[in-house]
């Protein structure tokens, strides 16, 4: 009798789930109820969850059950850190979404200014060349005139001393 009570805990141990089973059935329990809270509740068991029922002892169904829980316990504070990185980079992502939109007001602005101090840079330009040609016509015409006056002051001292010749060549008469 005895060791048929020791063969049927024998086998019981064998037919149990290791730590790695129950760990695979949580993970997948896990990603199930997370796709389905995503979903919106949808069911999303498409394949039933291999489980054993097999009658585990209390202090070892007690040590399974502080394992599952310490296993818990760890992804919900992973769950937890990575919901605060997914929140850290939502609120980067606006605040780099608000600079690269005030970035771009500021290249608009800039492209404007830029636009404008061109145009008004031609219009100097224009300006310039305007006062530059009005400048050569009046030296041009300035020199007309200075030429005339040297013309009209040579043909004067010319005529005056034709007219002292004259006058001398009176006197001698």
Known sequence: REV?????????????PTHMDLLADFETNFDKALL???????????TPATTTTAVVPAPQEAVVDGMLMQ?????????????????????????????T??????????????????????MAQMEADHASRAVQDKMASLQEM????????????????RAQKGEAAAKTV
Do not use: C, P
């Not at 048929?4 to 149990?16: D, F, S």
């Not at 939109?101 to 404007?112: I, Y």
């Open 101 to 122: 939109k005030k970035l771009q007001q500021e290249k608009d602005t800039a492209v404007q200014q830029l636009e404008r101090i061109q145009l008004e840079l031609k």
């Open 4 to 16: 048929e009570h020791l063969t049927q805990k024998v086998e019981k141990l064998a037919n149990r």
């Open 146 to 161: 200075q030429l005339e006056i040297n013309l009209v002051t040579k043909a004067s001292m010319d005529a005056n001393r």
């Open 36 to 46: 389905s809270v995503q979903s919106g509740g949808q069911d999303t068991a498409a």
């Open 71 to 99: 296993e818990l316990a760890e992804s919900q504070a992973r769950t937890e850190r990575l919901e605060g990185l997914n929140n850290a980079l939502v609120q980067r992502s606006a605040q780099l979404e608000t600079r």
